[in-house]
């Protein structure tokens, strides 16, 4: 098993098996499956590519052995950056074929990243795009390469340079693919993380396998199902709710956008006839302002999931009206527990909560600060376990004793109040976060990268209402030296290569921050000053 991974007390463990949520089945199994089963059907379609099942299936195991050949093994990490692209399908399968753990990150990271997931992971390989929304993935696979001695192999899809061109590692020599069992670490997933640097997530195949089983029965998809994928496929919303994976186990189609931009994703919601749609608040609600000024025939659409982030009731009342399909409601987190307002739920329910945990196995409970359990209907801590809800971060055994309960709950940081029904509200948040139209920004990562700068004396990032994000950050800054400006703190941070969206999108110089009783930085009363200053 994989240093670093936490696995299930041995009684829940069999518990979970006996019940039938954990089957013993690897995600690539479920492609050879599928591939047998659907052979003829288009599982996958880009701006440049179409893919049938047996395509996609032939095309993973060629590009399996030559990852095999070039000397990716079982285990080893591979930090993956790729937008949405068929390459990206074709690599995650190739590596959960042979048992090599993809590291899933977006492509608005940058090398502050990058370097630490490769360096953490102690990755042997990092496999990005050549270029991408102007930005050129090969210098910062240079300089990560530089400083991170386990990285053999830098894997590039288009002009490669210098590295290994993504297309020169098919082959059809054939090589006998490691064992690889369902009770394994399939991949690691990034977590939003609150605490400095995103912590790594490992989810085993089994849950992973239950999750988009799960999913695809509350999501109702079928063959017939077109999923257009709009946000950043590694995520795990795209990747598993029901995701890209979702559509493949019931043998639908997946189109892949470059852009979540109206313009490209209406034309292609006509082209194909999508059915079904992810999108996060922030996305829906620019959409459902632009929709009645777009031509294009969306008449196809079913199904709009939202998550990510709170969707407002009011937004939530517009959906049906506007996108005349209906609305589901999604709240989830990489780490494990997922929640769906149903289809066949009245309206009531699914625009005013955020659904109820998709497995019967799933335990829920509201605690105060205390951990005791509060009456139905009370705001409180959000804890959870069950069979596909992690019991431990990657290598972080001290962050680990925090965020997990002695008896194995998760806590999610998130505040939420339970209905009579078992439906989920989500109040707000207990974790020093900035959910930015559904991209987590841990403060303490930003605020220390800013504490660097020789000018600041102290930061402190707090989320800021904004009508489309829903949040947006806003750096507190106390300055050691006047001189320096707003516009230099931004660049300082985009030098020091932090990722494009936790570069604060407000920065405020203040001469103290106001203290809580137990003379920490109160960031409940910076907020409240930001609201202040944005009403006067
Ligand atoms: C999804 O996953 P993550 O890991 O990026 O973020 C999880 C956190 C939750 O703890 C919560 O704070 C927030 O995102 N969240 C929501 C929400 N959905 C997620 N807050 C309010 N309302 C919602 N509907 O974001 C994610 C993973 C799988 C499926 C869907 C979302």
């Known amino acids: 098993m994989l240093d670093g991974f936490t696995p299930r007390p041995d009684d829940r463990a069999a518990f979970y098996r006996e019940v039938g949520c954990w089957e013993g089945l690897t995600i690539g199994q479920m492609l050879e499956d599928r591939a047998r089963q659907f052979a003829e059907n288009v599982a996958v379609i880009d701006h440049e590519r179409t893919l049938t099942y047996s395509q996609l299936n032939e095309r993973v195991n ?24 068929v390459g990206y399908v074709e690599i995650v399968f190739a590596l959960f074929k042979i048992g090599a753990l993809p590291v899933f990150s977006l492509p608005s990271h940058r090398y502050n990243e990058i370097r630490y997931f490769c360096e953490f992971t ?32 830098i894997i590039n899809l288009g002009d490669a340079q210098e590295f290994v061109p993504f297309d020169s590692l098919f082959t059809t020599q054939s090589i006998s693919f490691p064992s690889v069992k369902g009770s394994e670490v399939a991949f690691l997933q990034l ?62 189609k997946i189109v892949l956008s470059s852009s979540p931009s109206p313009d490209v994703a209406f034309p292609l919601i006509e082209k194909h006839r999508v059915t079904m749609l992810q999108l996060v608040p922030s996305l829906a609600l620019h959409w459902l302002d632009v929709k009645p000024i777009h031509k294009e025939d969306l008449s196809s659409l079913e199904v709009m999931l939202v998550g990510g982030s709170k969707f407002s009731a009011q937004a939530a009342k517009r959906v049906r009206p506007i996108f005349d399909c209906q609305l589901q409601q999604v709240f989830g987190m990489a780490e494990g527990l997922v929640n769906y307002t149903r289809l066949d739920d009245p309206d009531e329910i699914v625009i005013h909560t955020q659904g109820r945990p998709m497995s019967p196995y799933d335990e829920v409970k509201v605690v105060d600060d205390e951990d005791q359990e509060l009456p139905i209907g009370e705001a409180g801590h959000l804890l959870t376990r069950g069979p596909y809800t992690i019991q431990g971060y990657y290598k972080a055994p001290e962050h680990n004793e925090k965020a997990f309960t002695k008896d194995g709950f998760y806590r999610t940081g998130d505040i939420v109040r339970k209905t009579e029904d078992g439906y989920l509200i989500v109040e707000g948040r207990a974790k020093d976060q900035i959910n930015r ?70 920065i405020l110089f203040v001469e103290s921050f106001p203290l809580t009783h137990l003379g920490k930085v109160s960031k409940k009363d910076l907020r409240l000053s930001f609201e202040k200053q944005l009403h006067t």
């Open 62 to 85: 060629q590009l399996a052995n030559g990852l095999l050949l070039l000397g990716i093994q079982k285990e080893d990490r591979v930090v993956v950056q790729l937008p949405n692209v």
């Open 122 to 153: 102690e990755a042997k390989a990092y496999i990005a795009m050549d270029s991408f929304g102007g930005f050129d993935y090969r210098s910062l696979a240079r300089q990560v390469q530089q400083e991170v001695s386990s990285l053999e192999h």
């Open 437 to 506: 139209g559904g991209e987590k920004i841990a403060a303490e990562e930003v605020e220390n990268m800013l504490l660097a700068h020789p000018a600041v004396h102290d930061a402190a990032i707090v989320a800021m209402p904004d009508y489309y994000m829903g949040e947006k950050s806003c750096a507190f800054i106390i300055l050691r030296n006047p001189d320096v400006t707003k516009r230099q703190l931004k660049s300082f941070l985009r030098e020091r290569g932090l990722a494009t969206y936790k570069i604060p999108d407000e």
């Open 191 to 252: 977590s939003g993380g609150s605490t400095g640097i995103s912590k790594l997530i490992p989810r085993t195949h089994d849950e992973y396998m239950y999750t988009i089983k799960l999913s695809v029965e509350h999501c109702h998809v079928t063959e017939d199902t077109v999923l257009l994928v709009v946000l950043p496929v590694s995520h795990n919303y795209p990747m598993s709710s029901p995701g890209i994976l979702g559509v493949l186990y019931a043998g639908g």
